[in-house]
């Protein structure tokens, strides 16, 4: 009798042990389950080196979406990004997209920076201005050969 009463007790232990992990791991991977939440507009960079799909898209500092996926623009001259925002975050007309770096790592994210347009980009819309990623290598190279200006 025991023997099945602490069987039991270390497969009630495991079974909490798992679902714990599969906890912390949607949540630290940041997976959603559901996509319901969120709408997804689109932005064309001259250069997104660095970025990657599931990138922080943020304002102010603050977690809005992410990078939903990254193509080849019109006539392949651009690329062409995607946001997925949250239903609640409301962006103008005349918002500003760009690629920034953050932290020492240099992990690559999308920083909006609202308008102050009263008309406001739904779901399938397009942010106009945009600002891409600065190339290091490109203003060392430059800086190295006397090309600064």
Request: glycine letters at 12%; one cysteine or more; aromatic letters at 4%.
């Given at each position: 009798?025991?023997?099945?009463?602490?069987?039991?007790?270390?497969?009630?232990?495991?079974?909490?042990?798992?679902?714990?992990?599969?906890?912390?791991?949607?949540?630290?991977?940041?997976?959603?389950?559901?996509?319901?939440?969120?709408?997804?507009?689109?932005?064309?960079?001259?250069?997104?080196?660095?970025?990657?799909?599931?990138?922080?898209?943020?304002?102010?500092?603050?977690?809005?979406?992410?990078?939903?996926?990254?193509?080849?623009?019109p006539q392949n001259a651009?690329?062409?990004?995607?946001?997925?925002?949250?239903?609640?975050?409301?962006?103008?007309?005349?918002?500003?997209?760009s690629v920034r770096t953050?932290?020492?790592?240099?992990?690559?994210?999308?920083?909006?920076?609202?308008?102050?347009?009263?008309?406001?980009?739904?779901?399938?819309?397009?942010?106009?201005?945009?600002?891409?990623?600065?190339?290091?290598?490109?203003?060392?190279?430059?800086?190295?050969?006397?090309?600064?200006?």
């Amino acid at each position: 009798m025991k023997n099945g009463k602490l069987n039991a007790i270390v497969g009630l232990f495991v079974l909490v042990g798992i679902i714990c992990l599969a906890y912390l791991s949607i949540r630290l991977g940041r997976l959603e389950l559901f996509d319901g939440e969120h709408y997804t507009i689109r932005a064309d960079f001259d250069s997104v080196a660095g970025l990657k799909e599931g990138a922080t898209v943020e304002i102010a500092g603050v977690q809005v979406g992410h990078v939903d996926r990254i193509t080849l623009g019109p006539q392949n001259a651009r690329a062409r990004v995607y946001l997925a925002l949250r239903r609640e975050v409301r962006l103008q007309e005349d918002t500003i997209a760009s690629v920034r770096t953050r932290g020492i790592i240099g992990d690559k994210v999308i920083v909006l920076k609202p308008g102050g347009s009263e008309r406001l980009l739904g779901a399938g819309g397009a942010i106009r201005e945009t600002e891409g990623a600065v190339d290091l290598e490109e203003l060392i190279s430059k800086y190295v050969h006397g090309q600064v200006e």
